[in-house]
């Protein structure tokens, strides 16, 4: 299950970096694909960035499936996520989205299509309801389209203990990935 590593030449990636892509083998899993995200690109010897510990530390993986591109992860509001009303900072939750609705596209990605997630272009963030410290949601994501270039994901966060939607996004990318050599 390990995850694919290329090395690149492309604007935005330092020299000497490489980008990981998740595992695209038909025999990896789409749960082992959505975890190679956290294990490849994400992990602590490579990604020291922005929300590296709430990606790594307090996003659960519940679910996922590949058709369509389908991810359940499960995350309780933290101290240091909240604002000072103690309630999930905004920020955080567009990072929580942002994260989540990309691991969708790991399911179903193959040798040059979205092996390596992208990036976005757009992030748009509805906030229904406050998530109070101590909170636990449901992060539900889903890819609506994923062509060659351009996908467009889906997400919802919903209380845990009633299903109550707290907040929605709607999530545009671009692929990065290389193209793939013929032999």
Known sequence: MAPTKTKVSMPGVAEGH????????????????????????????????WAASLLRDNLVLESASSNPGRTVFSYTVQPSHCNRLGNLHGGCTSTIFDFCTTAALAPIAKPGFWAYAGV??????TYIRPVPLGEKVLIESEVVHAGKRLCS?????????????????EHGKVSIDPPVAKI
């Open 18 to 49: 490489e980008l990981v892509g998740v595992p695209t083998g038909d025999d990896v899993s789409a749960e082992d694909r959505v975890k190679a995200l956290f294990t490849g690109s994400m992990s602590a010897d490579i990604y020291q960035g």
């Open 120 to 125: 976005s272009r757009t992030l748009n963030v």
């Open 153 to 169: 994901l889906m997400g919802t966060i919903k209380r845990a203990s009633d299903g109550a939607v707290l907040a929605t996004c």
